[in-house]
């Protein structure tokens, strides 16, 4: 495989877990906040981040390829409402279909077919997780941190399965 093309990938399984680490710290704020409910929202994303960054590990399994290790980055927990989480969620999952289409583009270029179609899954995926996270953080601006509001989006949220 194309070394950019590799690195990029192995970046992005790091990108993936990050992910899920920051969902974790979200879902730990939420938590100590008393929403079981949103923080269950949370756990479960948390296992789809890890779910992502294990199907990029057994893409370049199969291929063959060495997977280095990256570190991880340290986690800011400190959110000023369950509103404020899930916008910031937002700008983070932007954030990762930026770094998806810059990979399918790369495999594209490189003419690299079945890398493109395991990004292919990757794109589909970004617009579904924009749309989640989008009609949340819409449902939260709508309940304006009303108490009653608030108590039923938690039950709501807290039935996500997964
Ligand atoms: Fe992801
Ligand atoms: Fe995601």
């Known amino acids: 495989m194309n070394k950019e093309l590799l690195k990029g990938l192995v970046e992005q399984i790091n990108l993936e877990l990050q992910s899920a680490y920051i969902y974790f710290g979200m879902a730990s704020y ?51 409402s369950v509103l404020d989480v899930w916008e910031k969620s937002l700008v983070h999952e932007k954030f990762i279909t930026a770094s998806i289409d810059k990979l399918a583009n790369l495999a594209f ?25 989008g009609g949340a953080v819409a449902q939260l601006q709508m309940a304006e941190g009303k108490g009653s509001t608030m108590l039923m989006l938690d039950r709501e949220f807290g039935r996500r399965e997964g």
């Open 109 to 133: 270029d490189l003419k690299d077919f079945s890398a493109m179609g395991m990004l292919q899954w990757f794109v589909d995926e970004q617009v579904e997780e924009e749309d989640h996270f």
């Open 30 to 80: 939420l938590e100590e906040s008393g929403f079981a409910g949103f923080s269950h929202w949370m756990k479960v994303q948390v296992k789809e981040e890890v779910s992502h960054a294990m199907r990029i590990y057994d893409f370049l399994q199969e291929r063959g390829e060495h997977i280095e290790m990256l570190p991880f980055e340290k986690v800011d927990v400190d959110y000023d």
